[in-house]
């Protein structure tokens, strides 16, 4: 039985798995070929690997550090919520 296409949400969700070549074969299959024919999303990935290029270029010291709290506090409460679950 052919699986149902991937829908732009289930996409976002997946892209950092994609991104880290953490999809098993049939995912990734399937978000490529929504990639073949949706452009909002083809766009969305060029967007993220650009986001990727340019963060990974920063060091700690680039950061403000009142930014950099608030950017700990964040992934810490996102990490805490996810334990919850």
Same mark, same amino acid.
Request: proline letters at 0%; aromatic letters at 6%; charged letters at 25%.
């Given at each position: 039985m *052919?699986e149902r !296409? %991937?829908?732009?949400?289930? &996409?976002? /969700?997946?892209?950092?798995?994609?991104?880290?070549? #953490?999809?098993?074969s /049939? !995912? @990734?299959?399937r &978000? /490529? $070929? $929504?990639? =073949?024919?949706?452009h +909002?999303?083809r766009?969305?990935? /060029?967007q =993220? @690997? *650009?986001?990727?290029r &340019?963060?990974g270029? %920063?060091s *700690?010291?680039?950061?403000p550090d009142? %930014?950099r &709290? +608030? %950017?700990?506090t *964040?992934?810490r +409460?996102l990490r805490?919520?996810?334990?919850? #679950?």
């Open positions: *052919a !296409e %991937l829908t732009c949400q289930e &996409l976002v /969700e997946l892209i950092t798995s994609y991104l880290d070549d #953490a999809l098993t /049939e !995912e @990734r299959q &978000l /490529e $070929h $929504h990639l =073949m024919y949706c +909002g999303c766009a969305y990935l /060029e =993220m @690997r *650009a986001t990727l &340019l963060v270029r %920063l *700690a010291e680039d950061i009142d %930014l &709290l +608030g %950017l700990l *964040a992934f +409460g805490k919520n996810a334990d919850d #679950a």
